[in-house]
């Protein structure tokens, strides 16, 4: 095989392009600085800095969790939100979003990673509010294991919580069916979302507020829990087909907003598992307790 | 006698009448203050011929071209012109002409670091606009990259990647 080598372009279609040939060897700009052959080691290697947040996260919450699993079961749940928010929810968007282009590699996965730890303020918003909503929807269930009464603003904090996840679920509906539909034009109204989000999260808050002056508080919050669980089943319903619809066309964004109806999807549903784990670790402590089992004669 | 002359007088403006209704433009009024330009939107189709517009200077947003090819594919040209290049002027006297539709400008430029050679693609009008081409309201399959050496033992088709 000798050169020189002429290059030149093709484009499909009936249009006349005026499409020039090009030796190489001109057209070529030469860039200091040689290129090493790629192996499969070398696409998991990524971006150092995405393994050393992800990997810090992990060891942290890993370690603060196992730290407080005596003295705050709770605080477990939370750690395990965090772990949720800020591991487990990156991950699997970085991974959606490179299954969602077919030519994609890990590389790709660890920059988007990367890119998501170190891009600013939306992401960590996100593991803020992962966070506050678990916290909040722990009010209640740690009031009723400690058979204390429930204030009405343990109540509403509860409904604002479940509804931001739920108005998460909504939206990862809404957005992922509009990606499948609209492709890339599905992001342009960004400022119209953002209305609705919040007109959402009102609603759901009203909503759920209501579902607590016709249940006992343990039925409360296992109705929140169901609703969460069902609305994310859902929303993995509609993300999961769109994402595979966006998947065989060509689009330059869409895939990585479908990508975020799952990842929100699978948070959610992990989340709404927090107070139940807290009912478990309650029940747990309770029956371990030497207290409990004496009994006066 | 008078119904005859009036028949007369009509028959003989009638041809002039119409002749006047055809090849006079129909032009409407509109009244713009003193001192103030104006632009105006509107879309005109070429048909080979050239078009009569009112002088003055025109602002181009952009052209399209529609075409079905011989598998009965409907394919769109879209061009969006640069803000810098899109002011026409339309004069009393000569033609104004317009470098816009066919041939698309298609360019190349690569990159070689080490062993690795990148390639970028760009398609152009002639006045720099932007093209996009479409496929049954579908973008369509991206350009080719053909790369031949001079004996032909050499002979790759690869394909560019939107993005």
């Known amino acids: 095989m000798t050169g020189p080598f002429a290059v030149t372009s093709e484009i499909p279609g009936p249009f006349r392009v005026d499409c020039p040939s090009y030796d190489l060897a001109s057209l070529a700009t030469v860039v200091e600085g040689e290129t090493k052959e790629t192996s499969w080691f070398d696409e998991l290697e990524g971006d150092p800095r995405a393994w050393v947040a992800l990997l810090a996260i992990c060891a942290i919450t890993t370690v603060a969790g196992w730290l407080a699993r005596r003295r705050w079961p709770y605080a477990t749940a939370l750690l395990y939100t965090l772990w949720v928010a800020a591991v487990f929810a990156p991950v699997l968007l970085s991974l959606a979003v490179v299954w969602g282009k077919p030519d994609d590699t890990l590389n790709d996965a660890m920059d988007i990673l990367c890119g998501i730890y170190t891009g600013g303020w939306p992401f960590w918003v996100f593991c803020g509010v992962a966070v506050l909503s678990q916290v909040l929807l722990l009010a209640v269930p740690i009031r009723i294991v400690k058979e204390r009464p429930i204030p009405r603003r343990s109540i509403w904090a509860t409904a604002i919580a479940a509804a931001v996840l739920f108005s998460l679920v909504v939206l990862g509906v809404a957005v992922s069916a509009a990606a499948a539909v609209w492709d890339d034009d599905a992001l342009d109204e960004s400022g119209v979302l953002l209305i609705l989000v919040l007109l959402d999260w009102a609603l759901w808050t009203w909503v759920f507020r209501g579902f607590a002056r016709a249940a006992d508080p343990h039925a409360y919050v296992h109705r929140l829990m169901k609703w969460l669980l069902c609305g994310s089943i859902l929303e993995l319903l509609v993300a999961v087909p769109s994402h595979i619809i966006v998947r065989h066309k060509d689009v330059c964004c869409a895939h990585a907003v479908t990508a975020l109806g799952i990842a929100t999807g699978l948070v959610v549903m992990l989340v709404s598992f927090g107070p139940g784990i807290y009912f478990l670790y309650a029940q747990r402590i309770r029956s371990k307790s030497p207290s409990a089992s004496i009994t006066p004669e | ?163």
């Not at chain 2, 103030?36 to 879309?43: A, G, H, L």
């Not at chain 2, 399209?64 to 012109?81: L, M, P």
């Not at chain 2, 070689?112 to 002639?126: A, M, Y």
């Open chain 2, 1 to 163: 006698m008078r119904e005859r002359i009036e028949l007369v007088l009509a028959l003989i403006l009638l041809p002039a009448a119409v002749q006047a209704a055809v090849e006079e433009p129909q032009f409407g009024r509109i009244q713009i203050p003193k001192d103030v330009t104006i632009r105006i939107r509107c879309s005109l189709q070429g048909d080979g011929d050239p078009a009569v517009l009112l002088r003055g200077g025109y602002n181009l947003e952009g052209w399209s071209i529609a075409r079905t090819d011989e598998q009965g594919a409907a394919w769109t040209c879209d061009a969006s012109v640069p803000h810098e290049k899109s002011v026409f002027e339309v004069a009393a006297e000569g033609q104004t002409q317009l470098a816009i539709g066919e041939p698309l400008v298609s360019t190349l430029t690569a990159v070689k670091q080490g062993s690795v050679v990148t390639f970028q693609h760009c398609l152009e009008g002639r006045l720099g606009e932007t093209i996009s081409i479409k496929r049954n309201g579908e973008r369509s399959d991206a350009p080719k990259l053909r790369i031949r050496n001079a004996d032909g033992s050499y002979d790759k088709v690869l394909s560019f990647e939107y993005g």
